[in-house]
């Protein structure tokens, strides 16, 4: 059973980059297709973007001028890089796995929060 | 496309049958649109995918129903631990979208 944990600091201050990995145990992290997603308090559920080990990205058009993500497929790790963060930004961000038959995600980490406060 | 979830707050008692919607913009095909269940402090948990396919070990008091525009996630008698958030998601390409979620809570 493929199991999702997030890390990485909590805080970081406003203009900085937020930078958080995904580690995947359990399964091969060339098997599937790795997302972001986070929720700010008491909100609902915002798409990051995804990540494959092939290189292939796609981000939603709301963040995909400040989100870098990557694979690192020695530590069976994958990574998101938020630029230029503000209070907004402020969420519980979740790494997910994607299901493609199910078009769905299966899997989920329990969530990290970060605060954006200098 | 924008999903629109109704109602935004959802009262009821252990035992009764709760009816959730999930509206989108524009007409999308059944297979994409999927629900999570998300309790205080969790993350989302997989229960309905293709609108109308219980995730593996779901109970059979949820089920999901709808299509083109309109879809429905029905709890037939409501379990104390079915009190959450819910929340509809659509993918067909970019971006992947949630619905604003529906709260069931306890009246």
């Known amino acids: 059973q493929v199991q999702l944990q997030e890390s990485g600091p909590g805080l970081v201050k406003p203009s900085e980059t937020l930078s958080l990995i995904c580690t995947v145990s359990g399964d091969s992290i060339t098997s599937y297709y790795w997302n972001w997603i986070r929720q700010p308090p008491g909100k609902g559920l915002e798409w990051i973007g995804y990540?494959?080990?092939?290189?292939?990205?796609l981000y939603n058009p709301s963040l995909k001028s400040r989100v870098t993500t990557s694979v690192d497929t020695s530590k069976n790790q994958f990574s998101l890089n938020l630029r230029s963060v503000t209070a907004a930004d402020t969420a519980v961000y979740y790494c997910a796995k994607w299901a493609e038959p199910l078009w769905a995600f299966d899997i989920w980490g329990q969530g990290t929060i970060v605060t954006v406060s200098s | 496309i924008v999903l629109t979830q109704s109602p935004d707050t959802l009262s009821l008692s252990p035992g009764e049958r709760a009816t959730l919607s999930c509206r989108a913009s524009q007409t999308v095909s059944s297979r994409n649109l999927i629900w999570y269940q998300q309790k205080r402090g969790q993350a989302p948990r997989l229960l309905i995918y293709?609108?109308?396919n219980r995730a593996t070990g779901l109970p059979d008091r949820f089920s999901g129903s709808g299509s083109g525009t309109d879809f429905t996630l029905t709890i037939s008698r409501l379990e104390p631990e079915d009190f959450a958030v819910y929340y509809c998601q659509h993918y067909d390409g970019s971006p992947l979208t949630f619905g604003g979620g529906t709260k069931v809570e306890i009246k």
């Open positions: 990540t494959h080990h092939s290189g292939s990205t």
């Open positions: 293709g609108a109308s």
